[in-house]
């Protein structure tokens, strides 16, 4: 009984809950480190929501914490929570990262942000938990629960962590949903280049510069495409009877100045169509 009154408490007076369903026993556990009076917190949360279903897609609260070592003992309340949790956790680790290891990240909501739950010299421990069903009833989201703590003098420094995302195989499908998305927008990017805004085809010499400029704001798979284009325009270009020297001249210039831009030329896929665009235009 004292253990549900105590988990209702946590619910109604913490700032931001760890979850309402969290794993009883490493909630409680991170939550003596929290409250504890000679403990130093920094806090920082992070909460997303579905802006339709207003239902949470992303979590991270993060508890930067200070202890005197003699309140060491709650540091290792939390190993121990961790190790009376285990059994219901999908994925554990724990260990010592070395000062040269990288750090390990973990996603928060669809995984186009992640943190770090562990840092150089620390000992760390983590558990990934499935979201519960009365939460996520389609089994998509998960939780981390993860610990960092290392001694400095007098104290012990760590970081108390909890963050709520997709599963790894939701994230892969999220990711997957948007390149499909990108590539319909390089689609309709590249087919809108060879229309003006009045509807009728625009020139050869204004679709090569409007190619050249788009690649000003893209990524480097949409660069490669625009440049594509602009090297089968070139190819056609006995099909612009309209062309001019003067318009071979100055889409040559611009060329040679984009291949000697940074931004450009560590692409080598577009520096080769480009090249070749110039051995067009000759």
């Known amino acids: ?31 003596a480190i929290i409250k504890c009076p000679e403990a130093q917190i920094v806090e920082s949360h992070n909460l997303d929501k579905d802006p339709i279903t207003n239902t949470k897609s992303g979590q991270c ?18 190993i121990s929570a961790f190790d009376a949790d285990r059994h219901l956790a999908y994925s554990f680790n724990s260990g010592k990262t070395t000062p040269t290891e990288a750090q390990m990240q973990v996603a928060v909501g669809d995984g186009q942000t992640s943190v770090p739950i562990n840092r150089p ?20 989201f998960r939780y981390v629960y993860a610990m960092n703590y290392k001694k400095e003098g007098n104290t012990f420094e760590g ?85 001019t020297k003067q318009d071979k001249v100055a889409i040559t210039e611009i060329i040679k100045e984009m291949l000697s831009n940074k931004e450009y030329n560590s692409n080598t896929i577009l520096v080769k169509i480009l090249n070749q665009c110039l051995i067009g235009l000759k």
Not at 121 to 140: N, V
Request: with cysteine.
């Open 159 to 243: 970081q108390l962590i909890v963050t709520y995302a997709l599963t790894l195989s939701y994230r892969q499908k999220a990711y997957q949903e948007r390149q499909q998305l990108d590539q319909l927008r390089q689609l309709r990017t590249i087919n809108s280049l060879s229309q003006s805004s009045d509807g009728f085809s625009q020139s050869w010499f204004d679709t090569m510069i409007s190619c050249l400029q788009g690649m000003e704001s893209v990524g480097a798979r949409t660069q490669v495409a625009l440049a594509t284009k602009a090297y089968n325009l070139v190819k056609e270009i006995k099909e612009f009877p309209e062309v």
């Open 121 to 140: 010299g620390c000992e760390y421990i983590d558990a990934l938990f499935l979201a519960p069903q009365s939460e996520d009833p389609e089994g998509k």
């Open 1 to 31: 009984m004292k253990t549900i009154v105590h988990w209702l408490i946590n619910i109604l007076f913490v700032t931001i809950p760890m979850m309402a369903t969290a794993q009883t026993n490493i909630q409680a556990a991170f939550d």
């Open 61 to 78: 609260d993060i508890y930067r914490f200070v202890l005197p070592v003699r309140k060491f003992n709650l540091i290792k309340n939390v």
